[in-house]
């Protein structure tokens, strides 16, 4: 059975997990509207990449906040979901490997997993932004909400090898949070972050989603690498903490 194969038997299993769908599903939609109708009308001061400098444009704070909503929501559900998933299955995937199916090939099978349930956070939530919100550029929008989730869903999934339950429920509540609701968030951060936060997982995404919401094109080039970079570094992370403990 291949990586894919394995992924999607899993996935049918917590399709049938009511509270897990209600989470994915009904939060993100409910969340980013709240939000959007509870901001104050108020112009804010937000960078953008254009011509390949970056400029400052005067925008409407409800607008900026749904932009910013999407990636914060998609970082704390997924990586919610990443943690659950990988405890929930902890017995399970030891019971896989005993039968013989290779470690490597039954973490990949759960990164996937954790990345189609944080793809479907991303999907929910880019659409009712959208009822309200009017990016430049819409494909780069969702594709920057995509690589935030996906990233968070990782840390989510390492946090539960390397910490476990109650540990991890802390951190995932605490670390999208503090990164990309308050340290990436225009709202709380006026221009340029300082380098230690531009570190973090959620800059590169959250950038390039600010800069395709109200630039011309999402053209943020380094933003994109950065966020890139960091869903690569999470999945190799990942799968060599899983494959070690699985060894061990």
């Known amino acids: 059975m291949s990586a894919a194969e394995l992924a999607a038997t899993l996935m049918r299993q917590y399709a049938r997990t009511p509270l897990l769908v209600i989470l994915l599903v009904v939060v993100p939609p409910l969340f980013i509207t709240l939000s959007y109708y509870t901001t104050a009308p108020a112009d804010l001061t937000v960078f953008v990449r254009s011509g390949g400098e970056r400029v400052a444009l005067s925008i409407a704070q409800p607008e900026v906040h749904l932009a910013i909503m999407p990636p914060i929501t998609a970082a704390f559900l997924s990586g919610v979901a990443g943690l659950f998933v ?14 013989g199916v290779p470690a490597a090939r039954v973490a990949v099978a759960r990164l996937l997993m954790i990345a189609v349930m944080a793809v479907a956070v991303a999907g929910l939530s880019v659409p009712t932004a959208l009822i309200n919100l009017r990016p430049g550029d819409s494909l780069a929008f969702l594709a920057a909400n995509v690589l935030v989730a996906i990233a968070y869903g990782f840390i989510g999934a390492l946090i539960s090898l390397v910490v476990g339950r109650l540990g991890g429920a802390y951190l995932m509540f605490f670390i999208p949070m503090m990164d990309v609701g308050i340290f990436q968030d225009p709202m709380f951060i006026s221009g340029d972050q300082p380098l230690w936060m531009q570190l973090l997982p959620g800059f590169g995404g959250t950038r390039f989603a600010i800069d395709a919401a109200f630039s011309g094109s999402g053209d943020d080039w380094v933003a994109l690498g950065a966020a890139s970079a960091w869903v690569v570094l999470l999945a190799a992370a990942t799968m060599a903490v899983f494959v070690r403990r699985s060894r061990g």
Do not use: G, N
């Open 86 to 99: 990988m405890l929930e299955a902890s017995r399970a995937d030891q019971r896989l490997v005993v039968a």
